[in-house]
């Protein structure tokens, strides 16, 4: 998503360089079932307890997958995305990356199909903490194959879709020049505590220490149809 609104699960007790370790395996280093294994160069924490090395299967980090083009309930992608989502959390490994949505009360989304193949046409209204509502529309093109996005005119910003524990829920992973964050959007304004919950706790272990919530206190703005 842009810059100007870019709207860029429990923990695991161990030492900091067993924390080190696991923080260094990345969303998409993950066994079928979204399963995270410690890397064998990590003594102090392969074979520790329960925790074996890479190919063992046992889970550090809470499990998650990436969705596929499958989408749910058989529905194919983007189907069972479109329409109406709500920004709830961010997570990023520092707070300067998440420093746009400091002024950020509430986000209300629209997803729709694109005018072109391949293309989803997203639409946002922000609600300020000072009561503002600005309007934002952006364009996602398609990876064919796949869940990854694109955004038009961001050539260097990649965007990964994840599925959430959360019912109506969905995960992101955002990166780009000298940033990378997760965030949790959902179908309803407030979802219940424990989906933010698992949220943050997952982001934590894979070290995105800096959580911010938003506030959610006044309405949405309405949708703009253009």
Known sequence: MPPEVTLSIGGWGGSRADLRAVASL?????????????????PAVCGRGDTPCFG???????EHTQLTT??????????????????IAGAAPTKEEL????????IVFNMAVGSAPM?????????????????????YHLSDGSTDLRTEGRPDMK???????????????ESGQ????????????HPPEKCVEEFQSLTSCLDFKAFLLTPRNQDACELSSN
């Open 26 to 42: 990345s969303l998409t280093s993950v066994l079928p079932g979204g399963r995270f294994v410690a890397p064998c160069s990590s």
């Open 56 to 62: 063992e299967a046992k889970d550090l980090c809470p």
């Open 70 to 87: 499958e989408g749910v309930d058989g529905k194919e992608f983007p189907e069972p995305y479109l329409g109406q989502w709500y920004f």
């Open 99 to 106: 420093a746009t949505f400091d002024p950020v009360d509430n």
């Open 119 to 139: 293309q989803l046409q997203l639409r946002a209204t922000i609600r300020t903490k000072n009561g503002l509502c600005v309007p934002r529309k952006w364009i």
């Open 159 to 173: 965007t990964k879709l994840f599925s959430s524990a959360c019912p109506g829920g969905i995960m992101l992973k």
């Open 178 to 189: 000298g940033y990378q964050r997760f965030l949790l959007y959902n179908r309803s304004p």
